[in-house]
């Protein structure tokens, strides 16, 4: 027990006494659980105290990860009847990440209010340098405001620390907006995040990180509804397939599909696992399909 002890403590975690029984194992336990994921106590409780500061938020839910995680874990500080999960619908948000915030929402007891910003693409279609935070500034202000009238007053959002070592423009429509980001508040990054779902026990913890599928067209790029479609159907061919995390990039005005797989992947290259792959993804329009040797890059459409 005493060589237990010294490894909690060479974690960081706060010093406990450890109560003989049942109940001191499973609170052992926890602590070694926390050290292993690479769980920070004293970012875990500057989060826990940057929620509490008022007895209601509203969260902006797309259903990935980060969001995911604050809505769960600001429900168990404040209790689920005084959270309030905001999702924004347009046709540039993965499908699959809205299906996976109302499940969340169902099974933590989370109310959802699901809000239509198709209008918002139209912003945004000609996919400009400043896409992000424009996109950002009228989706955030439209969720503030939902949450406004409902009488709460805090909009946070998943932003973490690892957003700040990319191009990230629409961190500044949140600043103008007066949204909130625990997570980069707290100072937690995506790594404990993801322990932290791992330690709720969220089905989101092992979910690929994603991003609107804007993101997926060169800068100055015009964006048509179908195309959208069609690049979205291709990622969900490419996950059906086995490869979660992989990205579709569209260029040549639809006509090459380039796909992009994370670095775990490429062996498939030599096995030849692509090829039926890639006749799926022919049918869907595209002349041509490449695979990108480089693997995927985040942010790689940044100013393409």
């Known amino acids: 027990m005493q060589k237990g002890r010294r490894r909690v403590r060479k974690a960081g975690v706060r010093?406990?006494?450890v109560r003989r029984g049942a109940r001191g194992i499973a609170v052992f336990q926890g602590l070694a659980r926390d050290w292993e994921v690479g769980l920070n106590s004293g970012a875990i409780d500057r989060l826990r105290g940057i929620l509490a500061r008022s007895e209601r938020i509203a969260v902006a839910l797309s259903g990935g990860l980060d969001s995911s995680v604050l809505a769960s874990f600001a429900a168990e500080v404040l209790g689920a009847r005084n959270c309030l999960a905001l999702t924004a619908r347009a046709p540039y948000m993965v499908a699959r990440e809205l299906a996976a915030a109302r499940a969340l929402?169902?099974?933590?007891?989370?109310?959802?209010?699901?809000?239509?910003?198709?209008?918002?693409?139209?912003?945004?279609?000609?996919?400009?340098?400043?896409?992000c935070f424009v996109c950002k500034t009228r989706i955030f202000s439209a969720l503030k405001s939902a949450a406004a009238e409902r009488g709460i007053g805090r909009l946070c959002d998943g932003t973490n620390m690892d957003d700040l070592s990319d191009y990230r423009p629409g961190m500044a429509a949140l600043k103008n907006v007066g949204v909130e980001s625990p997570f980069l508040e707290a100072g937690l990054g995506k790594a404990e995040i993801r322990a932290l779902a791992e330690r709720m026990g969220l089905e989101c913890a092992r979910e690929e990180a994603s991003a609107c599928l804007m993101t997926r067209f060169g800068t100055g790029e015009r964006v048509g509804l179908e195309l959208l479609r069609r690049v979205g159907r291709a990622e969900e061919i490419l996950r059906a397939a086995g490869f979660p995390g992989a990205r579709a990039r569209a260029h040549c005005a639809g006509e090459l599909l380039r796909i992009e797989l994370?670095?775990?992947?490429?062996?498939a290259l030599s096995a030849g696992g692509l090829s039926p792959v890639a006749l799926e993804l022919k049918a869907l329009g595209f002349k041509f399909v490449s695979l990108d040797l480089l693997g995927y890059r985040r942010g790689n459409m940044n100013g393409v």
Do not use: H, Y
């Open 15 to 17: 010093r406990r006494k």
């Open 105 to 131: 929402c169902e099974k933590s007891g989370v109310e959802l209010v699901d809000i239509d910003l198709s209008d918002a693409f139209s912003l945004i279609s000609g996919n400009p340098p400043d896409r």
């Open 262 to 267: 994370p670095e775990r992947f490429m062996r």
